[in-house]
């Protein structure tokens, strides 16, 4: 103990696990659930261990202010199980010298404050506020060979934490675990402003967790790249919702992760340059491997390029040579992983301008890269990647799709948007074992031979129209009998493509040229959703993603309190297959009462794709929905926010603002609802998109050529 018994701040040595000096025999140890304001706690001390301290500031008065948070570490599972300490002047001094995170620290003399609002982590509703000249007291529990406060502030002690295996865990409670990685989602932007990542995670027990963390940076947050990762968690909080546990971010929460790759290095992934990792640890990681190995199924090594086939959801371990936005929604990745695609590849038409890269590089890796377009709430990320860096990209959608010159296909590469199935990327650190081996095979591949190879794997869309030096091949054949002869307009003279470029629109003129080329070959593709607002084109979403987003949100179970409202009536059952699937249907009711099926909307939470046909058949309107704690909400709008009949309907993600589902019950109340797209549309906060007709076609006579479109907004969708 410090040899000076009036000091407000001491040091007690531990001594085989007891204190050398005890503590003054007046105090008696108060419980922290009793803790009230204006209670006298007089006599009465508080013991916890250090979770979190926040640097010494001073006050505007000059005063030095210093905060800590102590936890409870005899009630843990206690629903209030830590508190602030608020400590001015010359004591808050003295602790910020030597406080360490991890410590026991007693505080008597203390005065409680109630808080003006009431907290939902875990801490008191209370602070405790403590000085010298209130006459309070501290006690620090610290090792043997610490005499002074000086010495004291150089000594690093080791926090010795205790961690709940995943069957112990309770409601209200934040504790430390260790947990195997079952299932993650790499980190992606949240609607919010951070950054939000899932992981679900077992142990021995058998017991899973789902944990959703949230960090406004990206950094902060678990580095998770594989099934079977091993992670440790401290002062994360435990919620039960719909009868299962749940972890989510707390005040001080820290991470790190471990390969769980029985034999690798036990080497942490982490962003903190301070934390703790005892030699005891060490034999966990062991222990959980070993466990992982036998009981959980972890994939094999990620895909190469050269493996993919058509129609294939697969990981990839690859470098970034390359990227370019194409449009507010999508974003272009030029990868490579030094092996050959055996299918020839789409390059997505950008601008030269818009590359990023070097393009020596690119132009050598022009046979071996390939383009991965990334969409929607992966485009941010995507944007602030470096060139150069190695990425692991989850769930890759390979598509196969027709060319523009006969009957070539040609793969595509696709990161939809939404975080199903893990969607995402991940950047790798070049100390990661799986880049050291891929940095190694690339700079083994003779790009000398990639370039001697005739570039079949490679398909330019743009060169499909040719080049004008081929015009003139054609040029005697361009002039034959036409094909198709217009008895309107008889009055316009044919004019030369050449005259029509260099002119200014709008002009109306009349030509006789031959088509060389038209886009796209096949005619349902020429469909495209057009937002009138934002004058953008998108494409028409395949089925498939429309039933992975279903998929997704199957995983949420309805919420019953979100049953049976006064303008809805609502149905559930549990699916007898193997899932068990949760469905809800609610019925939206007109005058308290259920309509006919022809005039009923209704909305589907946990329903398949073939369920939600089966139901528009004989309903007027369906609606996906998935719940929440508040409210129903909307589906990802890469998904449909209406159906009706054999139509789809979406909105446009860049002008849509969603407001609440309860907004229907204004339709409803009308007096003869008609459940019209626009009108529901607008009352959800949905821009509307429009199917429309376009094609492109590519004429050439003697002169030159000419892009010529063709634009139907009059298209009617059965």
Not at 165 to 174: E, Q
Not at 257 to 270: E, H, L, N, S
Not at 611 to 635: A, G, H, M, Q
Request: net charge negative; hydrophobic share 35%.
């Amino acid at each position: 103990m410090l040899d000076c018994a009036a000091m407000p701040v001491q040091l007690l040595k531990i001594i085989k696990g007891q204190s050398e000096a005890p503590l003054p025999s007046h105090l008696q140890k108060e419980n922290l659930q009793h803790l009230k304001e204006g209670c006298d706690h007089t006599n009465k001390y508080i013991q916890g261990v250090v979770t979190l301290s926040y640097p010494l500031t001073k006050l505007r008065d000059g005063t030095d202010f210093f905060k800590i948070v102590l936890q409870d570490s005899d009630n843990l599972f206690s629903q209030i199980n830590s508190i602030s300490v608020l400590i001015y002047g010359k004591m808050a001094e003295d602790c910020a010298k030597i406080i360490r995170r991890g410590e026991t620290f007693i505080v008597a003399g203390f005065k409680v404050i109630k808080l003006p609002t009431v907290r939902e982590d875990g801490r008191h509703g209370c602070h405790l506020e403590v000085s010298e000249e209130a006459g309070s007291a501290i006690y620090i529990y610290t090792t043997p060979g610490t005499t002074a406060a000086s010495e004291t502030a150089s000594v690093s002690v080791a926090p010795k934490y205790v961690y709940t295996p995943l069957n112990h865990l309770k409601d209200g409670t934040i504790v430390n675990l260790y947990g195997i990685v079952k299932f993650f989602k790499p980190p992606y932007v949240s609607k919010g402003t951070d950054y939000c990542s899932v992981v679900t995670l077992v142990d021995p027990s058998n017991v899973k967790l789902t944990c959703t963390l949230f960090n406004g940076n990206l950094d902060s947050l678990p580095k998770i790249y594989k099934v079977g990762d091993i992670v440790r968690f401290h002062r994360i909080k435990i919620r039960e919702y719909n009868g299962q546990m749940q972890g989510i971010t707390s005040a001080g929460f820290a991470s790190l992760t471990f390969d769980g790759t029985v034999g690798a290095p036990v080497v942490p992934r982490t962003s903190s340059k301070a934390y703790t990792f005892m030699d005891e640890e060490q034999k966990t990681i062991e222990e959980l491997r070993i466990w992982a190995a036998s009981n959980i199924s972890i994939p094999g090594p990620a895909a190469k390029l050269s493996g993919v086939q058509p129609m294939l959801f697969f990981d990839l371990t690859c470098q970034l040579v390359g990227k370019a936005k194409v449009d507010g929604s999508s974003f272009l990745l030029k990868v490579w992983d030094g092996t050959k695609c055996p299918y020839p590849t789409w390059k997505v038409p950008v601008e030269a301008k818009d590359l990023e890269g070097e393009k020596v590089l690119l132009h050598r890796l022009r046979n071996l890269a390939v383009d991965i377009l990334v969409y929607d709430n992966h485009v941010q990320l995507a944007e602030s990647l470096k060139i150069g860096s190695f990425l692991r990209i989850y769930s890759i959608h390979t598509k196969q799709a027709s060319a523009d010159n006969e009957d070539v296909s040609h793969i595509e590469f696709h990161l939809h948007g939404g975080t199903c199935y893990g969607r995402g990327i991940g950047v790798l650190p070049e100390s990661n074992p799986d880049v050291t081996e891929l940095k190694a095979f690339l700079e083994s591949v003779d790009l000398a031979d990639s370039q001697n190879m005739e570039n079949m794997c490679s398909m330019d869309l743009d060169s499909t129209f040719g080049n004008v030096t081929d015009l003139e091949l054609d040029l005697q054949r361009c002039q034959q009998l036409s094909v198709t002869v217009l008895t309107d307009h008889q009055d316009l003279s044919n004019t030369e493509l050449k005259t029509i470029t260099n002119s200014t629109a709008p002009q109306q003129y009349r030509i006789r040229a031959k088509l060389r080329t038209y886009k796209p070959q096949k005619l349902h593709q020429s469909v495209k959703l057009h937002c009138s607002k934002c004058n953008s084109l998108q494409e028409v979403p395949y089925g498939d993603d429309f039933d992975f987003i279903l998929h997704g949100s199957a995983n949420t179970a309805p919420n019953p309190e979100l049953h049976n409202t006064s303008w809805y009536e609502s149905v559930t059952w549990t699916t007898q297959d193997q899932k068990q699937r949760e469905i809800a249907i609610h019925f939206v009711k007109h005058d308290e009462m259920l309509q006919h099926p022809e005039d009923t909307l209704l909305m589907i939470e946990g329903g398949t794709l073939k369920e939600i046909w089966k139901l528009t058949k004989r309903f007027k309107c369906v609606i996906p929905v998935r719940s929440t704690e508040d409210d129903l909400e909307l589906l990802d709008l890469s998904a449909p926010f209406l159906l009706q009949g054999n139509v789809k309907y979406y909105g446009c993600k860049q002008c849509s603002t969603p407001k609440p589902i309860k907004n229907l019950s204004s339709i409803a109340a009308e007096q003869q609802p008609s459940w019209e797209p626009t009108e529901v549309a607008q009352v959800l906060g949905i821009e509307l998109l429009q199917y429309v007709f376009i094609m492109k076609f590519t004429l050439v006579d003697e002169t030159g050529a000419l892009n010529a479109y063709l634009f139907d907004y009059n298209l009617s969708i059965e």
